[in-house]
């Protein structure tokens, strides 16, 4: 295996921050934790600590709620013009895009993904979010109902802001998370308290600097660094919120509905998935073998809509096979700072043990290694990416997300599309799905027929900021982005006039 763990390089931007006290965002001022600690950030590729973040918790959280519910319901805020909102998300697009070259480099360090990936995906992903939203600030109208009661009404809707709203993010994506999350809930009027991923909470916080910039109104947008059981915990069982936002694992999403039926706040979910990418055999096979290697190997194969489950017809599975063990073993591995890396480590000693265990536990049940297989080096949390082949839908490998550059293949023989559309949804999931055709029958029909909140043709791991996204059964609730994100983050209020 080809790794070259070079010398990180950092341009001067990244530098003066790494080299600043790092203090958490609450109401519009830079804060220590109020207990004093805190905790260390960690380069996965080095295993150096790169910084000290400060340990938020529940005393925290009750100061960024008491300072988002102040700015919410504050004129500076709730009065703003919706032209001016717009105004304000749209230039938190333009400050992103100053900083992008050093945001890409501070994401890079901290989640080890190519820098290359995070400058092209990450940053401009993030910028193409605040500009797609600002445009709602100025369209979340109502409507006239034509109602049949008896007499003389007028009735009408109007969309208000949910209110206060505690957005709990995860590490693949730290900063298009916090993206994803904040641009919408901008738009629409809320005030929000965001606790990023400890182990990824860098581009956070340098984001925070941004929106100060901006010039957003104190405590509308508060960020805590801290731990899940302790912040996260905290911002999901809070009275004081209105609704939380939680993209992470399925088993924390749970204790999150759990967590929120104290006020019964409103939750939207984005969580795991076993996403199936099925190649037919009337399929372009050099563009479908490098779309279905990087629906699994791109971002390490930490992704929630990773192509985890690769199905190849019989009469072209070993070219398939073989194709994904080829690009496997090109690709090339290393620091994500270098702009020539393909795949950088994992993001935390946590993942790699886990991933680790999925591999062995795969070799175990009676998989084969196709190639990949192991752990690489004693430094940095790398893993090889691996070609699982001889797996059966009982394995662990094949039910459970594993979060890292692994792929399970397996063939199908049977040209009826139900009984295709059968194993792909042989999963509790449902976020995503590629198909591999050329036959628009079968990429038509099978769109309908899979239970995923996203369908992919001859393209997997698609995004766009107007292009909504999310899961079906234990992949979430709701849906981020397009106008379908607008229903998360506001609530309708029905007016009726009795004009006698
Ligand atoms: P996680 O679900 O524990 O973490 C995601 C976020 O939730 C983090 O900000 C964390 O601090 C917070 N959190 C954790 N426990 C919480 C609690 N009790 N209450 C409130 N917030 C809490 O995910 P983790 O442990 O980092 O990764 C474990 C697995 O989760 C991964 O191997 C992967 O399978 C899956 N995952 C899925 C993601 C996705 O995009 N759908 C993203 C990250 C992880
Ligand atoms: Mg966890």
Redesign the pocket.
């Known amino acids: 295996m080809n790794i070259a763990i070079a010398k990180p390089k950092l341009g001067r931007d990244s530098k003066a921050f790494l080299a600043k006290k790092h203090r958490m965002f609450i109401d519009g001022k830079w804060v220590e934790a109020k207990s004093g600690q805190t905790f260390p950030v960690e380069d996965p590729a080095t295993q150096e600590t790169i910084g000290q973040v400060p340990a938020g918790d529940k005393a925290d959280i009750d100061l960024a709620v008491a300072a988002a519910r102040r700015a919410f319901e504050g004129k500076a805020w709730s009065r703003m013009l919706p032209a001016d909102r717009a105004k304000l998300v749209w230039r938190i697009g333009d400050l992103l895009e100053k900083h992008a070259d050093e945001f890409a480099e501070l994401e890079a360090l901290d989640n080890g993904k190519p820098v290359t990936n995070a400058r092209r995906d990450d940053i401009d992903g993030s910028i193409g979010m605040f500009r797609y939203m600002s445009g709602w600030a100025t369209r979340l109208n109502g409507e006239t109902i034509p109602v049949s009661s008896k007499g003389n009404w007028h009735c009408y809707t109007m969309r208000e802001p949910v209110g206060v709203v505690g957005q ?6 730290p900063l298009m ?1 916090a993206a994803w999350k904040l641009a919408p809930a901008l738009a629409a009027g809320c005030a929000i308290i965001l ?5 990824t909470p860098l581009t956070a916080l340098r984001f925070g600097e941004l929106l100060q910039e901006a010039g957003l109104p104190d405590g509308v947008v508060n960020i805590v660094t ?4 302790t ?3 905290a ?2 069982n809070h009275d004081g919120v209105d609704k939380v936002a ?8 749970k ?2 509905v759990k ?1 929120a039926a104290g006020n019964l706040k409103r939750v939207s979910l ?4 076993k996403s199936p990418a099925i190649v037919f055999p009337d399929a372009d096979l050099d563009k479908a073998i490098t779309g279905t290697a990087s629906a699994i190997f791109y971002n390490q194969g ?3 809509t990773a192509g985890s489950r690769l199905f190849a017809h019989r009469s072209i599975y070993d070219k398939v096979v073989e194709g994904m063990v080829e690009r496997a073993t090109k690709i090339k591995v290393g620091h994500g700072l270098d702009p020539s890396v393909e795949l950088g480590p994992l ?2 000693k ?2 790699h043990t ?2 680790a265990g999925y591999i062995e536990s795969g070799r175990k049940d009676g998989a084969a290694i196709a190639t990949g297989g192991h752990v690489i080096g004693n430094q940095g949390y790398f893993v090889e990416p691996t070609v699982l082949t001889k797996t059966s839908r009982d394995m662990k490998v094949v039910r ?5 550059p692994v792929v399970c293949v397996q063939s199908f023989d049977d040209d009826d599309l139900e009984a295709v559309a059968k194993f792909a949804n042989d999963t509790e999931y449902g ?1 995503q799905a590629s198909i591999w055709t050329r036959n628009l029958k079968t990429a038509h029909t099978l769109a309908r027929k899979i239970k995923a909140g996203t369908i992919c043709v001859n393209n997997h791991n698609y995004g766009d900021a107007a292009w909504p996204f999310g899961g079906y059964k234990q ?2 609730w709701g849906r981020e982005m397009g106008k379908e994100v607008m229903e998360n983050y506001t609530e309708t209020k029905s007016v009726a006039i009795n004009l006698g």
Not at 270 to 273: P, V
């Open positions: 709990i993010i995860p590490w693949n994506f998370m606790k990023p991923a400890e182990q801290g731990f899940g059981e912040a996260g915990a911002l999901a939680f993209t992470g694992s399925t088993e924390v999403g204790l999150i967590a984005e969580l795991g998935g930490q992704c929630c993001v935390s946590e993942q886990k991933v459970e997300e594993i979060f890292g976020l992949s979430g």
